[in-house]
Nanobody
Framework: QLVESGGGAVQAGGSLRLSCVASYSDYCMAWVRQSPGKEREGVGSIATDGSRRYSDSVKGRFTISKDNAEHTLYLQMDSLKSDDTGMYYC????????????????????WGKGTQVSVSA
């Protein structure tokens, strides 16, 4: 089960921190967003060994992390832009590492219901 929280409305340049309570281990975890009029796209993934990947659009601004003891996945989002607006989903697949197509929504088996992020210019 995946349960997201932390979304909200913020002005451009601001920050938000998303959380996802995830009762999984040995899984590739990711944050996937769906912006208005666009398909779902991965913004960041983290493997069991802690290795991380980011999409070019968020690299240097977003940080994905996890707290294994708390079974929680995080996404720290800084320097937010209006293009970051969308529904953010926590997603998981059962694999030790994240695959090469980690940023594709079809990679993931389990999904949360999402949390909305709205960034105003």
């Amino acid at each position: 089960q995946l349960v997201e929280s932390g979304g909200g409305a913020v002005q451009a340049g601001g920050s938000l921190r998303l959380s996802c309570v995830a009762s999984y281990s040995d899984y590739c975890m990711a944050w996937v967003r769906q912006s208005p009029g666009k398909e779902r796209e991965g913004v960041g993934s983290i493997a069991t060994d802690g290795s991380r990947r980011y999409s070019d659009s968020v690299k240097g601004r977003f940080t994905i992390s996890k707290d294994n003891a708390e079974h929680t996945l995080y996404l720290q989002m800084d320097s937010l832009k209006s293009d970051d607006t969308g529904m953010y989903y926590c997603a998981a697949r059962y694999s030790f590492g994240c695959p090469g197509d980690w940023d594709s929504s079809v990679t993931y088996t389990w999904w949360g219901k999402g949390t909305q992020v709205s960034v105003s210019a």
